[in-house]
């Protein structure tokens, strides 16, 4: 079988739209798409410490799901090995968080397909799904790059913008 490497944040988990929340809740309004376009939320004007949410106990642990992703992952399981990996280093709270969001909304994925670490260089697939292309350069595989704000100018990689061209990209593999 061949092996599919999914990273979690903005790719499975909706975290663009918790730190726009986490903005909206700062500086009560919520900013227009056109002013993060190619950014992240906190590099906005005067929002850099939002970043440090983040590192908050729980954060990580009630992010929305991203539409349409928990029955695509079930459909890719019946014809190849899905892994989650997420670096999870960084932000140590994040750990038990992600384990624990796993578990929650993706039952059909075991905690033995969970890859939690620093560096995703380490990891070795077939494809590989993730929002950052410096995750994708250190890749061996096929990397796709799951549509976020921050990457939309960002070229090089097969572009999926949501679950569904995820679908259909592996009914054509």
């Given at each position: 079988?061949?092996?599919?490497?999914?990273?979690?944040?903005?790719?499975?988990a909706d975290v663009y739209e918790k730190l726009i929340d986490c903005y909206t809740e700062e500086f009560a309004y919520?900013?227009?798409p056109e002013a993060y376009q190619g950014k992240k939320?906190?590099?906005?004007?005067?929002?850099?410490h939002i970043r440090n949410r983040l590192h908050e106990v729980g954060f990580f642990s009630d992010v929305a799901v991203m539409e349409n992703c928990r029955m695509v992952i079930e459909r890719l399981q019946e014809n190849y090995?899905?892994?989650v990996v997420t670096a999870t280093q960084e932000f140590r709270n994040s750990l038990a968080d992600k384990?624990?969001?796993?578990?929650?909304?993706?039952?059909?994925?075991?905690w033995r397909n969970y890859v939690m670490c620093g560096d995703k260089s380490v990891v070795t697939g077939d494809y590989?799904?993730?929002?950052?292309?410096?995750n994708l350069k250190k890749f061996?595989?096929?990397?796709?790059?799951?549509?976020?704000?921050?990457?939309?100018?960002?070229?090089?990689?097969?572009?999926?913008?949501?679950?569904l061209e995820v679908a259909a990209f592996f009914e054509q593999a």
């Open positions: 079988m061949k092996r599919i490497l999914i990273d979690m944040d903005e790719v499975m919520r900013p227009l939320i906190y590099d906005l004007p005067n929002a850099h090995e899905v892994f384990h624990t969001w796993l578990e929650t909304n993706f039952p059909s994925i075991s590989m799904i993730d929002d950052k292309v410096s061996n595989g096929t990397g796709l790059l799951f549509t976020s704000p921050h990457n939309v100018y960002d070229e090089g990689y097969t572009r999926v913008n949501n679950w």
